[in-house]
């Protein structure tokens, strides 16, 4: 009995931590859902986390019901939504990036139709990626967010050099700065922060192919990761990285303040390429900079490609969805705060650009009316809009590709290596 | 009153040990908490579930990938490397901590409070606090290049070493704290003889303190194996896995696979291998240092 028992124990100390996070996840539940009364409202931890407080806060105080919000880190968020979505602890209301995020929860039957009326409220282009299958799950609770190339204009101005309109100019302007003694793009590399690389890739295989290249991976076709421009792509990054273009240190740089945006704000690096939150980002931590300083360009055209210099990549938006755990018209009612005045209002302010079809009038307001422009018509423009990657592939097949990215990057995989990498990922 | 005949006539040896009673609590909980999750982990090894439907049976098909997955055994070689570099920084470290903060003059107590505190820390701030202190534009190494290099965690043998010296300023604490303990017990008569027939310290230090101190160096040497195995969030936090995959130990693979994936099935092989893994570590340690023998270091006194 006694060694019996010693071993049981000895087992059990090695088990219980792994066991217990696996069996996490195990618990199941049905939820009843009445019209009106509570609804936990989950979003991502970011700058119009006010707005969105101040909208709940509105939608309480007429009482047609009560929204709860729960604020959630970037990191986390997924995983956090992921393991509630399987659990009773649903929550009725949620923040999600569209695409294939929500294709799965659509399937295991978890979200509500939305009533197409909403749909009128909002700028076409942006409500398909909220769309599954036609049907309406999620309506636009955000600016639109394309990527772009930020710049630190004081560096720009020392140098005396422009921002960069084609490829060419770019791998230039790497080299006058690096000269310099300052990273000519800061880049997070650090491995939570890969989805910063995967904006490159984006960019520049549309630039070389343009959007129908993509298109036809996210609707299945996984072969055609074998195109020839996914294998220039990976070689120009593996150019830009060897010609010093992030400096030495990307792979331990995370996104954000205490990151990037510090090096940008420093001084200590002279471009980013990331999505229009940037902005919002530098004002909270670098508010004299987010006026002053920071400059904004498109990304270049690559001489030689198929794709329009003019199409972006990007967040279209970020959608809300409701699911069976809500009291549904306590949250249909709450959607409709989505487009009321003051909500659109409160994101100018912070610098988005929403996609509401009332959106127009208030860009004039924006604190930075010309940076609001600058977004409103490089999307406006853009022959087309394409969803990130990970988001429209979804977490299965997008977090291994993230990972292959991370690796192409950090000069662990060759251009070759990647690509057979990445076509190994789908069976 | 039965109880009494049989001790009188098996006449034990050794101290008459508790019933199984006292043990009930222990175990129901041991069972609901710990035996019930890895017969469901075991199980969930041979579906596919993806956490929102219910999970389907696919025979060994896990299994078979588990084998031919390369990043699996590069993860159990970090692992091992991991585990290995702690034991080899730490035990001697906290020995050496342990035997002189067992003295009783004042200033070590008070040192000993101060090298203490990392314990209080939790696992989370401790890794959040090194992960900025470590970061190459802001951090330690952009000030002192000579001795960090210009980006410690960039590299495979850097990150490792990084997460080896953060672990161990972590829990060097602890393990000391138990040598402290230990070292406090060993019979002062012991030194006296020895002093009498002519051994200085460092022949005291190798003859006595050490060997009275084997119990507890097992004892130290099977939390580090164990918590070694299982050790997630300081590589979570710290170097999230990278650069690339290059310090996804085996934890982290499974949460990756898990939670950022959501292919709980995979998953579950890779934890049942780690449950498997740190069993097999265990019992192997036990059986190898005699610790289940008991014996006590203080016989002949």
């Given at each position: 009995m006694n060694s019996v028992s010693r071993r049981w124990f000895l087992t059990a100390t090695a088990a219980t931590t792994l066991s217990v996070t696996v069996a996490g996840c195990g618990s199941s539940g049905s939820s009843t859902s009445s019209p009106k009364g509570n609804v936990d409202f989950w979003t991502l931890q970011d700058p119009t986390n006010s707005v969105q407080k101040a909208a709940v806060d509105t939608f309480n105080s007429a009482g047609k019901g009560k929204v709860s919000m729960t604020v959630i880190a970037t990191d986390g968020y997924k995983d956090k939504l992921r393991t509630a979505m399987g659990s009773?602890?649903?929550?009725g209301v949620f923040f999600s990036w569209g695409g294939g995020s929500l294709n799965d929860y659509v399937t295991a039957g978890k979200l509500v139709t939305l009533d197409t009326?909403?749909?009128?409220?909002?700028l076409p282009s942006a409500l398909a990626a909220g769309k599954v299958g036609g049907k309406l799950v999620g309506i636009p609770c955000r600016g639109t967010q394309p990527v772009f190339l930020f710049y630190n204009k004081k560096l720009f101005a020392d140098a005396g050099v422009e921002p960069p309109t084609t490829y060419a100019e770019l791998q230039n302007l790497v080299k006058i700065f690096k000269g310099k003694g300052i990273t000519p793009l800061a880049l997070a590399g650090n491995a939570s922060s890969s989805w910063t690389e995967l904006m490159w890739v984006e960019y520049l295989v549309d630039r070389l192919a343009g959007p129908k290249l993509f298109d036809k991976i996210q609707g299945g076709?996984?072969?055609?990761?074998?195109?020839p421009a996914i294998l220039k792509t990976a070689q120009m990054i593996k150019e830009l990285v060897d010609s010093g273009a992030f400096g030495k240190?990307?792979?331990s740089v995370a996104y954000g303040p205490g990151g990037t945006t510090t090096l940008l704000n420093k001084g200590k690096a002279a471009m980013v390429l990331m999505g229009s939150w940037e902005y919002a980002t530098q004002q909270s931590e670098a508010p004299d900079f987010a006026k002053n300083g920071l400059g904004y360009v498109a990304f270049p055209s690559v001489e030689?490609?198929?794709?329009?210099?003019?199409n972006v990549v990007g967040n279209p938006t970020n959608y809300l969805s409701v699911t069976t755990a809500a009291a549904k018209q306590t949250a249909t009612d709450f959607l409709k705060?989505?487009?009321?005045d003051s909500y659109v209002q409160g994101l100018v302010e912070k610098g988005e650009v929403p996609?509401?079809?009332?959106?127009a009038q208030y860009l004039t307001k924006a604190a930075d009316p010309a940076y609001a422009k600058f977004q409103y018509d490089l999307v406006q423009k853009a022959p087309s809009f394409t969803q990130s990657w990970d988001q429209a592939l979804g977490?299965?097949?997008?977090t291994p590709l993230l990972t292959e990215i991370q690796k192409l990057f950090n000069g662990q995989s060759s251009p070759e290596q990647f690509v057979s990498a990445v076509l190994a990922i789908k069976k | 009153m039965r109880k009494q005949r049989v001790r009188d006539r098996a006449a034990p040896p050794t101290l008459e040990r508790p019933g199984v009673a006292w043990a009930v609590p222990g175990l129901l909980f041991f069972l609901v908490f710990a035996v019930a999750p890895m017969v469901g982990v075991l199980y969930l090894s041979f579906t596919h579930w993806d956490g929102l439907n219910a999970p389907q049976f696919t025979g060994t098909e896990n299994w078979s990938r588990f084998f031919g997955d390369s990043q699996v055994w590069q993860s159990t070689l970090v692992t091992g490397v991991l585990l290995v570099g702690n034991i080899v920084v730490q035990a001697p470290v906290s020995i050496l901590l342990g035997v002189w903060s067992a003295g009783h003059q004042r200033n070590r107590a008070v040192l000993s409070a101060v090298f203490f505190l990392?314990?209080?820390?939790s696992t989370a701030a401790t890794a959040v606090m090194w992960r900025q202190l470590l970061d190459?534009?802001?951090?330690?190494p952009s000030k002192f290049e000579w001795l960090?290099?210009?980006?410690?965690?960039?590299t495979q043998q850097g990150a490792i070493a990084c997460l080896v010296l953060v672990t161990s300023w972590q829990f060097v604490p602890f393990h000391s704290l138990l040598y402290q303990g230990a070292a406090r017990a060993v019979p002062h008569t012991l030194y006296q003889a020895a002093a009498i027939d002519g051994a200085g310290r460092v022949r005291q230090f190798v003859h006595i303190t050490l060997p009275q101190l084997r119990n507890t160096m097992i004892t130290s040497t099977i939390f580090m194996v164990v918590g070694g195995l299982t050790a997630f969030d300081i590589v979570l936090l710290l170097t999230n896995g990278g650069p690339g995959t290059d310090t996804a130990i085996l934890p982290f693979s499974m949460y990756q696979t898990a939670f950022?994936?959501?292919?709980y099935g995979y998953a579950s092989a890779i934890a049942s291998f780690l449950l498997l893994l740190a069993t097999a570590a265990s019992v192997l340690l036990t059986k190898l240092s005699g610790y289940d023998k008991m014996t006590s270091t203080m016989e002949g006194l």
């Open positions: 009773a602890k649903m929550p009326a909403l749909e009128s409220h909002f076709d996984w072969s055609q990761w074998k195109d240190k990307f792979g030689g490609g198929k794709g329009d210099a003019a705060t989505t487009y009321s996609v509401t079809s009332n959106a977490l299965t097949l997008g | 990392p314990l209080l820390l190459p534009n802001f951090g330690l960090f290099g210009s980006n410690p965690m960039g950022r994936t959501y292919d």
